[in-house]
């Protein structure tokens, strides 16, 4: 619409702040996140949960039934810091934590959880944990 009204010059000017505001758009998305920089969001952890967690796991219990553990409550049994340790990578965890190494041996199923290349992303684990803080306990 400006560019219609404007002339010339001024189309130019707009194109260069057009092409200023781009490079700050590509210089801000091309920085390294840290957990300050962006908002956890459990509707995004959702759609990935129900994508590649929701074949093994239940969210309506909380004890295992048919191999792998049902994840109501699970912010109840551990920390975050644990979760994303844990998401990250399950066996390599499990061989510096007693916890992780417990749960894993204690799998009567011997199901083991597979460590995931979305979940080596800080964003992508954060988004899931904010999703499953949602599922309280009774
Ligand atoms: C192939 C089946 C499988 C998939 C897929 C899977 N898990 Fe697991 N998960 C397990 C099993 C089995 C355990 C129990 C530990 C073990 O034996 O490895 C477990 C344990 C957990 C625990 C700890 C539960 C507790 O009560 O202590 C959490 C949290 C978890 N998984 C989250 C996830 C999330 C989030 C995803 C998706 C990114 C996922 N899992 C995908 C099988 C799976």
Same mark, same amino acid.
């Given at each position: 619409?400006i560019?219609l009204?404007a #002339? @010339?010059?001024? &189309?130019?000017?707009?194109g260069?702040i057009?092409?200023?505001v781009?490079?700050?758009l590509a210089?801000?998305?091309?920085?390294?996140?840290?957990a300050e920089?962006f908002?956890?969001?459990a509707?995004? #952890?959702?759609?990935?949960?129900?994508t590649?967690?929701?074949?093994c796991?239940?969210?309506?219990?909380?004890?295992?039934?048919?191999?792998s553990?049902g %994840? @109501?409550?699970? %912010?109840? &049994? /551990?920390?975050e810091?644990?979760? /994303?340790?844990?998401l990250k #990578?399950?066996?390599?965890?499990?061989?510096v934590?007693?916890t992780?190494a417990?749960l894993?041996?204690?799998?009567?199923?011997k199901?083991?959880?597979?460590?995931?290349?979305?979940?080596?992303?800080?964003? /992508? &684990?954060?988004?899931m944990i904010?999703?499953l @803080?949602? %599922?309280?306990?009774?």
């Amino acid at each position: 619409m400006i560019g219609l009204i404007a #002339g @010339k010059g001024e &189309r130019g000017m707009e194109g260069l702040i057009r092409a200023g505001v781009g490079l700050m758009l590509a210089l801000a998305f091309s920085l390294p996140l840290t957990a300050e920089e962006f908002t956890p969001d459990a509707s995004r #952890g959702e759609k990935t949960f129900q994508t590649i967690c929701a074949h093994c796991h239940n969210i309506t219990y909380d004890e295992s039934r048919v191999g792998s553990p049902g %994840l @109501k409550g699970v %912010l109840e &049994r /551990h920390d975050e810091k644990w979760l /994303h340790q844990w998401l990250k #990578g399950p066996e390599a965890f499990a061989k510096v934590d007693e916890t992780a190494a417990t749960l894993i041996e204690s799998n009567k199923y011997k199901i083991k959880m597979p460590t995931f290349p979305q979940m080596q992303d800080d964003q /992508h &684990r954060a988004d899931m944990i904010e999703y499953l @803080k949602t %599922l309280k306990g009774d």
